[in-house]
């Protein structure tokens, strides 16, 4: 439950997200935030007390290399929950008037299509990840991760500069390879980090990370703040992977990438755009889930 007040005020899911790693529970976030609007005190001097004993925090509990990715995870939680710009919210309701001229039959045959092919990826994932990497600290943790993702960059440049110069057709064969690239991209992450992906939470939790990075900001926000206190949250998890809520998925995943999957299909230009667009996409995965997973850690 989100706590509001008038405009420039402070709720509680932002206040959640500015103490990460404090131990502060969620009545405590509460009462501050209740507190806060109250007295009318200005965000910008609670955001400012909060940083001094996230500061405090950070010298005392953390080593040096943990509290520089502290930082930039807290750093990264604030981009998450920003409102969406002018340009972002004028796309996304151009993307969603294009999407009801879509009769529901090709809505329906595409969300079925995507949600079996991520059922086969997922499935197929769990043997062939390597076990959960235990008693290794972050920072050996994450110089493995960025090796990991570093050669899964390389790997989908290659496949996106192959397909691309194949046309239309190989250029059609992008899709599903790309999702399976990714989607084992993610299992190995999870496994460095030291979560056990065989696990139907895990899973789940990294469908959340690949929603997170291929999303509308105004969706990505929603996205973010069911994956905030994971350990609560997913105690409330249906037990069927098939309740997920594929249709918004395959929507916004769909809408993020359609317009440079789209100049990989043109002659000529398809290669470089391939190899440029599937790069970029393996990066930014990369930054999103290594953040994703430090937020379960670092606290």
């Given at each position: 439950m989100i706590i509001s007040s008038t405009a420039g005020g402070l709720n509680s899911h932002r206040l959640k997200t500015l103490s990460c790693g404090l131990l502060l529970s969620d009545k405590s976030l509460l009462?501050?935030?209740?507190?806060?609007?109250?007295?009318?005190?200005?965000?910008?001097?609670?955001?400012?007390?909060?940083?001094?004993?996230?500061?405090?925090?950070?010298?005392?509990?953390?080593?040096?290399?943990?509290?520089?990715?502290f930082s930039t995870l807290l750093s990264w939680q604030n981009k998450m929950i920003q409102r969406p710009g002018f340009f972002n919210r004028l796309s996304k309701k151009m993307q969603t008037k294009i999407n009801t001229w879509i009769?529901?039959?090709?809505?329906?045959?595409?969300?079925?299509?995507?949600?079996?092919?991520?059922?086969?990826?997922?499935?197929?994932?769990?043997?062939?990840?390597?076990?959960?990497?235990?008693?290794?600290?972050?920072?050996?943790?994450e110089i493995a991760i960025q090796e990991r993702i570093k050669n899964y960059k390389n790997t989908a440049a290659i496949e996106g500069g192959i397909t691309g110069a194949g046309g239309i057709l190989l250029g059609l064969a992008d899709f599903p390879i790309l999702i399976g690239i990714k989607l084992k991209l993610l299992f190995d992450i999870a496994s460095l980090y030291g979560f056990d992906v065989k696990?139907?939470?895990?899973?789940?939790?990294i469908l959340h990370v690949f929603e997170l990075a291929f999303s509308s900001d105004e969706h990505r926000k929603n996205v973010y703040l069911k994956m905030v206190d994971w350990d609560k949250q997913s105690k409330n998890l249906p037990d069927n992977i098939d309740q997920f809520d594929w249709r918004n998925f395959q929507?916004?995943?769909?809408?993020?990438?359609?317009?440079?999957?789209?100049?990989?299909?043109?002659?000529?230009?398809?290669?470089?755009?391939?190899?440029?667009?599937?790069?970029?996409?393996?990066?930014?995965?990369?930054?999103?889930?290594?953040?994703?997973?430090?937020?379960?850690?670092?606290?």
């Open positions: 009462r501050i935030t209740l507190l806060a609007n109250l007295l009318v005190i200005p965000r910008l001097v609670v955001i400012a007390i909060l940083s001094c004993v996230t500061l405090t925090y950070q010298t005392k509990y953390m080593d040096t290399y943990e509290s520089e990715a009769p529901e039959k090709v809505h329906a045959a595409i969300t079925t299509t995507i949600r079996q092919m991520f059922r086969a990826v997922l499935f197929g994932s769990t043997y062939t990840t390597v076990k959960p990497v235990a008693n290794k600290s972050i920072e050996l943790r696990d139907y939470k895990e899973r789940v939790y929507q916004e995943y769909r809408d993020y990438i359609d317009l440079a999957k789209m100049a990989q299909l043109i002659p000529v230009i398809g290669a470089p755009v391939g190899i440029f667009v599937n790069y970029r996409l393996i990066k930014k995965l990369g930054v999103t889930a290594m953040n994703a997973y430090r937020m379960r850690l670092l606290k």
